[in-house]
């Protein structure tokens, strides 16, 4: 049996700061009235920091679905033999997705699909699909190749093999990739403000618009709480993963 893992307790009270900000930010109006006198209202009040979060965590959770499901599966594609030649092609191609900054696929996306939430999952897809089809691939090609010929001598199917041996044993390396995906597309998600998309980046830049330095503070402060959580949560989750006796 696995002994309790000591990052649950950062990750609770981590969870129940962000949870209590979350909710009670427009508690904390005198504390930032009085830090910031010359500002009114001292909180954002355009829309509920709830319902921003909720916005933005489901802007993530389909682009992040989308970047995951395709990743994986064109990282399954490549490291099989019908597909080894296409491994440098969807390499480079997820590399331009990268390197592309989001806003000039956010440029370039709303002429397309208009303002709002769809130009800011396009660009959180793009920019997310790399690390997940680099850490696949890495994670598939780490098996060992004696325990796949072990498999094959079973008279395990190429479908069963890669279901019962390949997936699991690169499912810890999968997940960094989406870890690692998922984390950048919870900052770079506030950008979808700047299109219409309702994220906690709307206080962020409604506050750099109208000078107002609380809402920029209120808006980093829990998309910064938000990534890490979510960063803490994953790290717990690869550490199930790990095969017992593996060094942390």
Same mark, same amino acid.
């Given at each position: 049996?696995?002994?309790?893992?000591?990052?649950?307790?950062?990750?609770?009270?981590?969870?129940?700061? #962000?949870?209590?900000?979350?909710?009670?930010?427009?508690?904390?109006?005198?504390?930032?009235? $009085?830090?910031?006198?010359?500002?009114?209202?001292?909180?954002?009040?355009?829309? !509920?920091?709830?319902?921003? $979060?909720?916005?933005?965590?489901?802007?993530?959770?389909?682009?992040?679905?989308?970047?995951?499901?395709?990743? &994986?599966?064109?990282? &399954?594609?490549?490291?099989?033999?019908?597909?080894?030649?296409?491994?440098?092609?969807?390499?480079?191609?997820?590399?331009?997705?990268?390197?592309?900054?989001?806003?000039?696929?956010?440029?370039?996306?709303?002429?397309?699909?208009?303002?709002?939430?769809?130009?800011?999952?396009?660009?959180? #897809?793009?920019?997310?699909?790399?690390?997940?089809?680099?850490?696949?691939?890495?994670?598939?090609?780490?098996?060992?190749?004696?325990?796949?010929?072990?498999?094959?001598?079973?008279?395990? !199917?190429?479908?069963?093999? =890669?279901?019962?041996?390949?997936?699991?044993?690169?499912?810890?390396?999968?997940?960094?990739?989406?870890?690692?995906?998922?984390?950048?597309?919870?900052?770079?998600?506030?950008?979808?403000?700047?299109?219409?998309?309702?994220?906690?980046?709307?206080? &962020? #830049?409604?506050?750099?618009?109208?000078?107002?330095?609380?809402?920029?503070?209120?808006?980093?402060?829990?998309?910064? =709480?938000?990534?890490?959580?979510?960063?803490?949560? #994953?790290?717990?989750?690869?550490? $199930? =993963?790990?095969?017992?006796?593996?060094?942390?």
């Amino acid at each position: 049996m696995r002994r309790a893992d000591p990052i649950a307790s950062p990750i609770l009270c981590v969870a129940v700061l #962000f949870v209590a900000l979350l909710f009670g930010m427009p508690q904390l109006a005198p504390l930032f009235q $009085w830090s910031f006198p010359g500002v009114t209202p001292p909180v954002f009040e355009r829309g !509920s920091f709830f319902a921003l $979060w909720l916005s933005q965590a489901g802007l993530v959770l389909v682009a992040g679905g989308a970047a995951t499901l395709i990743g &994986i599966a064109l990282a &399954i594609f490549v490291t099989r033999p019908a597909g080894r030649d296409f491994r440098a092609l969807v390499s480079t191609l997820a590399a331009v997705g990268q390197t592309f900054p989001p806003a000039a696929v956010l440029a370039l996306a709303v002429p397309a699909l208009g303002f709002g939430p769809r130009p800011t999952i396009v660009a959180l #897809f793009l920019y997310g699909l790399l690390p997940i089809i680099e850490n696949a691939v890495a994670g598939l090609e780490g098996v060992p190749a004696a325990t796949r010929d072990a498999a094959r001598g079973m008279g395990l !199917s190429a479908w069963q093999l =890669l279901r019962d041996v390949d997936l699991p044993l690169a499912a810890p390396v999968i997940l960094a990739g989406v870890r690692v995906s998922v984390t950048i597309a919870i900052g770079t998600a506030t950008i979808g403000s700047t299109v219409g998309a309702l994220t906690l980046g709307t206080p &962020i #830049f409604d506050g750099l618009a109208g000078n107002k330095l609380p809402f920029v503070i209120q808006g980093a402060v829990l998309v910064a =709480l938000f990534a890490i959580l979510t960063d803490m949560l #994953f790290a717990r989750l690869e550490r $199930w =993963l790990q095969p017992p006796g593996t060094p942390a």
